[in-house]
Nanobody, 122 residues
């Protein structure tokens, strides 16, 4: 059984936008922090954005501030990442992850989705 399922990835031209989603299935405790990670070819995995379980606090990687927005709908057990002004450097496999710990610490994430590919062409 898959606990986290991402969707919405695809191919987009530079300057375009995508919105990817992550749905948590099964009997899931509501109070978990959520994060979006990405890993590009030849690069280390990095935390792109994260959101507190209540949705009142967020974190963004410096390079995506002002372009990406993370949000969540706890009634739907869904977290979103709206990505605007995309550039080829944003090309990566994007992973959804959850934690019952401190959401700002990437080391605390222990529940992962399979990833969705985002490719930005120039």
């Amino acid at each position: 059984q898959v606990q986290l399922v991402e969707s919405g990835g695809g191919l987009v031209q530079a300057g375009g936008s995508l919105r990817i989603s992550c749905v948590v299935s099964g009997r899931t405790f509501r109070r978990y922090g959520m994060g979006w990670f990405r890993q590009a070819p030849g690069m280390e995995r990095e935390l792109v954005a994260a959101i507190h379980w209540s949705g009142v606090s967020t974190y963004y990687l410096s390079s995506v501030k002002g372009r990406f927005t993370i949000s969540r709908d706890n009634a739907k057990n869904t977290v979103y990442l709206q990505m605007n002004s995309l550039n080829p450097e944003d090309t990566a496999n994007y992973y959804c992850a959850a934690t019952s710990g401190i959401y700002l610490d990437p080391r605390n994430y222990n529940l992962w989705g399979q990833g969705t590919q985002v490719t930005v062409s120039s």
